[in-house]
Nanobody, 118 residues
Framework: QVQLVESGGGLVQAGGSLRLSCAASGSTFSIMVLGWYRQAPGKQRELVAV???????NYADSVKGRFTISRDNAKSTVYLQMNSLKPEDTAVYYC????????????WGQGTQVTVSS
């Protein structure tokens, strides 16, 4: 079992920055594929960014060049640096983890609210 706890959300003006953190416990962090998802009101949850065990990353087109996902295996923490924030980035952001050897074990954090004002 893996527990994920997000932090770092809040209210920011358009053009500003926030850094989300997700601390994991309960399993071997280094074997986890980690991701950030978001869900805006009335919309489906969508993938924002993912980082694999080797450090390779992928991003949604809407955040490329503005967001950066990173991981610190020593601290069992994954980060999402969000720059040049836009009102359309407003959503609840969720941390996700799964072991690299399976797609059937999925773990989610409780979510953290990010609100970008215009």
């Amino acid at each position: 079992q893996v527990q994920l706890v997000e932090s770092g959300g809040g209210l920011v003006q358009a053009g500003g920055s926030l850094r989300l953190s997700c601390a994991a416990s309960g399993s071997t962090f280094s074997i986890m594929v980690l991701g950030w998802y978001r869900q805006a009101p009335g919309k489906q949850r969508e993938l924002v960014a993912v980082i694999n065990t080797g450090g390779s990353t992928n991003y949604a087109d809407s955040v490329k060049g503005r967001f950066t996902i990173s991981r610190d295996n020593a601290k069992s923490t994954v980060y999402l640096q969000m720059n040049s924030l836009k009102p359309e980035d407003t959503a609840v952001y969720y941390c996700h983890a799964r072991p690299s050897y399976t797609v059937t074990q999925n773990y989610w954090g409780q979510g953290t609210q990010v609100t970008v004002s215009s």
